[in-house]
């Protein structure tokens, strides 16, 4: 009997795995698909010349991530690869807002949308490098985060103290129309926010777009060579190697509780898996309580908060084979990685408009990524493998297109969507159409088949909207990753600090699962350690 259970080998759940192996645990994972990684995963199978990221794709959290720094990833052989430009927003009449790797250079390229803007950039960075870290450090650590959070207060002062806190409460367009004159650097924060389920007029959304342009000016959007799978590879391998068990094809379909505790997970198969100290679930939040724990051994109160549980928004993808790169009339948009592609700040907010209407956008904004531009291993010379996503309603009432898009996600729903996807890049990249080899659709019904935790596609585990976020996530209670059930902790994107390749929830999970054991998990893994070396 392993001393831990984990339900779910996404990254959240292999960190979680990892951590209780360093502290000497034995682990045990259980994964219910074929393979690991959850939403990090990549393939062949648009093209076996290419290689396709399945679903996430850049990793400029995980780049920043103290969590993932601790755990040295390239040990295990994990190598990063980085596009010459980080990001960049192309507009119809070849202007291009670009975020470069040096910030000099970012700085230059917005003055050429108003003079003036590339100091207000510089200043808004500067800000960033005074505050980042330290905020990083706070939200990748257990709520509330006491140190972390007591330097964080003293950096903030010295960095503007309320009126940076108020810049990150504010929504992202009227933040952009406070720094900047010019709609490029609103377009770059505008479109980050919007990786998420923000609208430029959400309250907050200008501390996430702010947060994610900033973490791609000092680390860039990064990407793990060969494949995200690569990402995966390296946790899984740095988990064997410290004698934990990995179980593909594993369904958990039930947690065991008794008196008031987790003690194993019983699986599709009939198997009871047993837990001497812990279970921790990769999963979301409705699918542990509502699924795996039952109603019975949960108080009331949280069972009437998850039905006001909110997921993100829907996801809609396509990947391509293409023959050569992509044409785009900006040509500054060739060389980044992600390309955000919508005519404008009010394109954005009729897309986020439309999606709050429950309609399906006619102009879809599409987050476009350029992977053999980031990684030249993923396709020949002089091909590109690329993808995009666009966001959809998680209830789809009408469609604003011409479509008639229900959300039954049939054949011909799919290729609609698609083709509508690809109408948006050729509006950007005349001929575009023309260079595709092969494509493939990723629906969100598609989405979450391949991942039960991204619901209709829905990335994040839950909206990033403030109302579940730190001790709202997932319901209003500590910010924690324990659970009601004594020993079961919740070791998903469903807790603080929500979405992003990370690892911090899974970490958190795993701090919190140690804690009650303290010294006796030392003397355990000083014995393991004499044992190994006998």
Same mark, same amino acid.
């Given at each position: 009997?392993?001393?831990?259970?984990?339900?779910? !080998?996404?990254?959240?759940?292999?960190?979680?795995?990892?951590?209780?192996?360093?502290?000497?645990?034995?682990?045990?994972?259980?994964?219910?698909?074929?393979e690991p990684g959850?939403?990090?995963?990549?393939?062949?199978?648009?093209?076996?010349?290419?290689?396709?990221d399945l679903?996430?794709?850049?990793?400029?959290?995980?780049a920043a991530?103290?969590v993932l720094?601790?755990?040295d990833?390239?040990a295990?052989?994990?190598r990063?690869?980085y596009?010459p430009?980080v990001?960049?927003?192309p507009?119809? %009449?070849g202007?291009?807002?670009?975020?470069?790797?040096?910030?000099?250079?970012?700085a230059?390229?917005? %003055?050429?949308?108003?003079?003036?803007?590339?100091?207000?950039w510089?200043?808004?960075y500067?800000?960033?490098?005074?505050?980042?870290? %330290?905020?990083?450090q706070?939200?990748?650590t257990?709520?509330?985060p006491?140190?972390s959070?007591?330097r964080?207060?003293?950096r903030?002062?010295?960095?503007g103290?309320?009126?940076?806190?108020?810049?990150?409460?504010?929504?992202?367009?009227?933040l952009?129309?406070?720094?900047?004159r #010019?709609?490029g650097a609103?377009l770059?924060?505008? #479109?980050?926010?919007?990786?998420?389920?923000?609208?430029?007029?959400?309250?907050?959304?200008?501390?996430?777009?702010?947060?994610?342009?900033?973490?791609?000016?000092?680390?860039?959007?990064?990407?793990p060579v060969g494949?995200?799978g690569?990402?995966?590879?390296?946790?899984?391998? *740095?988990?064997?190697?410290r004698?934990?068990?990995? *179980?593909?094809?594993?369904?958990?379909?039930?947690?065991?509780?008794?008196g008031?505790r987790?003690?194993?997970v019983?699986?599709?198969g009939?198997?009871?898996?047993?837990?001497?100290?812990a279970?921790?679930?990769d999963?979301?939040?409705?699918?542990l309580?509502?699924?795996?724990?039952?109603?019975?051994h949960?108080?009331? *109160?949280?069972?009437?908060d998850?039905?006001?549980?909110?997921?993100?928004?829907a996801t809609?993808?396509?990947?391509?084979?293409l023959?050569?790169?992509v044409?785009?009339?900006?040509?500054?948009?060739?060389?980044a990685?992600?390309?955000?592609?919508?005519?404008?700040?009010d394109?954005?907010?009729?897309?986020?408009?439309?999606?709050?209407?429950?309609q399906?956008?006619?102009?879809?904004?599409?987050?476009f990524?350029?992977?053999?531009?980031?990684d030249?291993?993923?396709s020949?010379?002089?091909?590109?493998?690329?993808w995009?996503?666009?966001?959809?309603?998680q209830?789809?009432?009408?469609?604003a297109?011409?479509?008639?898009?229900?959300?039954?996600?049939d054949?011909?729903?799919?290729?609609?969507?698609a083709?509508?996807?690809?109408?948006?890049v050729?509006?950007?990249?005349?001929g575009?159409?023309?260079?595709?080899?092969a494509?493939?659709?990723l629906?969100?019904t598609t989405?979450?088949?391949?991942d039960?935790n991204?619901?209709?596609?829905a990335?994040?585990n839950?909206?990033?909207?403030?109302?579940q976020?730190a001790?709202?996530?997932?319901v209003?209670?500590t910010g924690?990753?324990?659970?009601?059930?004594k020993?079961?902790?919740?070791?998903?994107?469903?807790?603080?600090p929500?979405?992003?390749?990370?690892?911090?929830p899974? !970490?958190?999970?795993? *701090?919190a699962?140690?804690r009650p054991?303290?010294?006796?998990?030392?003397?355990?893994r000083?014995?393991?350690i004499?044992?190994?070396?006998m």
């Open positions: 009997m392993p001393d831990a259970v984990v339900i779910g !080998a996404g990254p959240n759940g292999l960190v979680a795995a990892n951590l209780l192996a360093d502290a000497g645990w034995s682990v045990e994972v259980l994964e219910a698909q074929q959850g939403a990090v995963r990549s393939d062949r199978g648009v093209h076996p010349d290419y290689v396709s679903f996430s794709a850049f990793y400029p959290l995980a991530s103290p720094a601790r755990l990833l390239a295990e052989g994990l990063w690869s596009a430009r990001l960049a927003h507009l119809r %009449d202007r291009c807002a670009v975020l470069e790797r040096r910030v000099q250079e970012t230059a390229g917005l %003055d050429g949308f108003a003079s003036g803007d590339g100091d207000a510089r200043d808004m500067a800000a960033w490098r005074r505050v980042g870290q %330290d905020l990083v706070a939200m990748f257990p709520f509330p006491v140190r959070g007591l964080l207060a003293a903030f002062r010295a960095a103290g309320l009126r940076l806190a108020r810049n990150l409460a504010l929504p992202v367009r009227r952009g129309e406070e720094e900047f #010019g709609e609103r770059l924060l505008a #479109g980050n926010a919007l990786h998420a389920d923000l609208a430029p007029e959400a309250v907050g959304s200008g501390g996430f777009g702010w947060l994610m342009s900033m973490l791609g000016q000092s680390h860039g959007f990064p990407v494949g995200a690569a990402l995966t590879a390296a946790l899984v391998s *740095r988990l064997r190697h004698d934990g068990v990995l *179980r593909c094809g594993e369904r958990a379909v039930s947690v065991v509780v008794r008031g987790a003690v194993g019983r699986t599709a009939g198997e009871t898996v047993g837990a001497r100290r279970v921790l679930a999963t979301s939040a409705p699918a309580y509502r699924e795996l724990v039952g109603e019975e949960l108080p009331s *109160r949280l069972l009437r998850l039905e006001r549980f909110q997921w993100d928004f809609f993808k396509v990947d391509w084979a023959t050569g790169p044409p785009w009339t900006a040509p500054q948009a060739s060389g990685g992600t390309v955000h592609v919508a005519d404008g700040m394109s954005l907010t009729r897309f986020a408009s439309q999606i709050a209407m429950g399906v956008p006619d102009e879809p904004f599409a987050l990524g350029q992977m053999t531009t980031a030249p291993s993923r020949p010379v002089g091909t590109e493998s690329a995009a996503y666009t966001h959809l309603p209830h789809i009432t009408s469609d297109g011409p479509d008639r898009i229900t959300g039954r996600w054949a011909r729903e799919q290729e609609a969507m083709d509508r996807v690809e109408a948006q050729e509006r950007f990249a005349p575009f159409r023309a260079r595709i080899l494509r493939r659709i629906a969100p989405l979450q088949a391949m039960e991204l619901h209709n596609g990335i994040n839950g909206t990033t909207a403030l109302h976020q001790v709202f996530r997932p209003p209670g924690r990753p324990e659970t009601p059930v020993g079961l902790y919740l070791a998903s994107a469903a807790a603080h929500g979405g992003g390749v990370h690892g911090a899974g !970490a958190n999970a795993a *701090r699962a140690l054991y303290g010294l006796q998990t030392l003397l355990h000083a014995q393991r004499r044992t190994a070396e």
